[in-house]
């Protein structure tokens, strides 16, 4: 087991031998496509681009889609910095070897004051963003699998809106019982002009792999790491994350983000109830700076 471990560690060495660095000449917009789904990889650290057991794979990954264990509904709740909130409801239903996905995504942030002078606030507005996806994953071999999401996008700043649309695309491998690899490459489109000039897409890169063991029948361990660079903003950032479980009924979970001005630690725990079917996930990132913490809630519905 620990020469699998080490396999993993030195292909995270590899791919993390660029500069980790903050993001502080961000050249693109919408940065809520850049924020995590599911309370479960928010707590692992969003190392997520080998994860393939779950409806946020179509986030992290489209291509592990196929590989998801069940048909599932997944709600969440995300209550982020700066008073900004995400509700995100996913679907992911399989037929033989496809998997194909839905998902919605509203993040926004409400009563923001409008301020011409001094004095009393005249009004407030708020600042709305969605996106609409649908995924589909294929099974090529019982290793391989390959996917692709199309999304539509909206975006609201006051009186001001704009649309546009974008794709990901990901590849998944499955290199034995233990070990998995991932790569994905997200916000591959265009937006419409806001008012005077389009926002440019956070497009990024993943590759990531994740470790499974079996410590003894009833206790499993998951270790997993990505890398991901988002073009045009800079650094290339680095996420780990972990995860020990007791017969699949609960899990406690942490993760590290570097390359960040502002977070880095993240935990979170999960419950599972009613032979699976029902899973309750909650996640806890603080910031620093004075920005507080944020904490994520997510439910999932297996049939």
Known sequence: MRHRIFTVIIIFCIFGMNPIMAQTNAETGLPFLKL????RSIAMGEAYAAIAEDASSMFYNPGALAFSPSDEILLMHKQWILQTSTEYLGSVFHSGELAFGVGINSTGVSAIEIREKPGPAEGTFSQENAAINGTISYRITPEFGIGASAKLLYEKIYVDEASGEAFDFGAFYKAG??????ASLSN?????ALR???TTLPTMLRVGAAFHDNVTNEIT???DGDVMKVFKDDGTRIHLGGEASY???VAFRAGYQFGYDAKGFSAGFGV???GELVQFDYAYVPFTNDLGSTHTFSLTFRF
């Not at 019982?177 to 991932?182: A, E, I």
């Open 177 to 182: 019982s233990s070990l998995d690899f991932g």
């Open 247 to 249: 017969d699949n009924i």
């Open 196 to 198: 005077y000039e389009a």
């Open 188 to 192: 591959i489109g265009s937006m419409n």
């Open 36 to 39: 995590g789904i599911g309370a």
């Open 272 to 274: 599972s109830a009613f």
């Open 221 to 223: 361990t998951v270790v």
